[in-house]
T-cell receptor
Framework: RKEVEQDPGPFNVPEGATVAFNCTYS??????FFWYRQDCRKEPKLLMS???SGNEDGRFTAQLNRASQYISLLIRDSKLSDSATYLC??????????FGDGTTLTVKP | DGGITQSPKYLFRKEGQNVTLSCEQN?????MYWYRQDPGQGLRLIYY???????QKGDIAEGYSVSREKKESFPLTVTSAQKNPTAFYLC????????????FGDGTRLSIL
């Protein structure tokens, strides 16, 4: 079993839709959590950190459930420009980051 | 501007040749990392370093070597022992304290001639 698992998708949604991605992690000692966005043939870019109380940045909402060991990313009112691969990242206390393989989103007109 | 610079953007390797990929950061980050990404796949950790003159193997270190002589620099050498080097190579850096996120360079695409 992988340390960090994501549904690879692809998720194909119309513009304006709400879409949610989940990510599960196996190491209960994990300390911090992030979502990255990666466009085709580009480097991953930090989208947002995930805080215990949940956090929102515009149309994006991230949540953490430590008891069930998963994090989620909700995108509201999807735009064409949201099409990308979304990577979930989990850090342990040793400063090591483990990346999920990513979930691909395509937003269609 | 502060950031991570990888060079070259594209690199071609002949059979039996060693090539070195450059990664420099001016973010004053302690830790630096090298990842490999194959088409349609996730990132796999090759090597990482949390302090100057020290580094650790990641999940796929065979056929690669690194050095960390300066805080700002973490070059990766793809040796002739790496039989399938064609991939997208990404360098990242981060602060270690408080589990800060990693920031990436814009990558180097390596192909076999």
């Amino acid at each position: 079993r992988k340390e960090v698992e994501q549904d690879p998708g692809p998720f194909n949604v119309p513009e304006g839709a709400t879409v949610a991605f989940n990510c599960t992690y196996s190491n209960s000692a994990s300390q911090s959590f992030f979502w990255y966005r990666q466009d085709c043939r580009k480097e991953p870019k930090l989208l947002m950190s995930v805080y215990s109380s949940g956090n929102e940045d515009g149309r994006f909402t991230a949540q953490l459930n430590r008891a069930s060991q998963y994090i989620s990313l909700l995108i509201r009112d999807s735009k064409l420009s949201d099409s990308a691969t979304y990577l979930c990242v989990v850090n342990t206390n040793a400063g090591k980051s483990t990346f999920g393989d990513g979930t691909t989103l395509t937003v269609k007109p | 501007d502060g950031g991570i610079t990888q060079s070259p953007k594209y690199l071609f390797r002949k059979e039996g040749q060693n090539v070195t990929l450059s990664c420099e950061q001016n973010l004053n980050h302690d830790a630096m990392y090298w990842y490999r990404q194959d088409p349609g796949q996730g990132l796999r950790l090759i090597y990482y370093s949390q302090i100057v003159n020290d580094f650790q193997k990641g999940d796929i270190a065979e056929g690669y070597s690194v050095s960390r002589e300066k805080k700002e620099s973490f070059p990766l050498t793809v040796t002739s022992a790496q039989k399938n080097p064609t991939a997208f190579y990404l360098c990242a850096s981060s602060m270690i304290q408080d589990n800060q996120p990693q920031h990436f360079g814009d990558g180097t695409r390596l192909s076999i001639l």
